[in-house]
């Protein structure tokens, strides 16, 4: 079992930017693909970006070009930096794993979860 730790969050103007981090420990063998979700109040929860590790990557429409995830499997930690934040990304980012390569953003197929960390823009 592998845990994961957000950090980064806060809250920023629109135009500004953010960098995300999330820790891996635990069996980290166990993750092979990794990804960004976020969930706005009263929203579903939606994935925005994943890496797996070939360093592919999946982005959602809605941040992509603004929104870089990355990762350092030798220090085991995800990034996400985001750049041009509007109002609408407000939301909970969390960092998932999936132990196997995963070309997806469906939040039904990742199997850990960190606890989260708030993203505000302000307009």
């Known amino acids: 079992q592998i845990q994961l730790m957000e950090s980064g969050g806060g809250s920023v103007q629109a135009g500004g930017t953010l960098k995300l981090s999330c820790a891996v420990s635990g069996y980290t063998r166990s993750y092979i693909t990794m990804g960004w979700f976020r969930q706005a109040p009263g929203q579903e929860r939606e994935g925005i970006a994943i890496i797996d590790s070939d360093a592919n990557t999946l982005y959602a429409e809605s941040v992509k070009g603004r929104f870089t995830i990355s990762r350092d499997n030798a220090n085991n930690t995800l990034s996400l930096q985001m750049n041009t934040l509007k109002p609408e990304d407000t939301a909970m980012y969390y960092c998932?794993?999936?132990?196997?390569?995963?070309?997806?953003?469906?939040?039904?197929?990742?199997?850990?979860w960190g606890q989260g960390t708030q993203v505000t823009v302000s307009s």
């Open positions: 998932a794993a999936h132990p196997r390569l995963l070309f997806s953003l469906l939040v039904s197929d990742f199997d850990y």
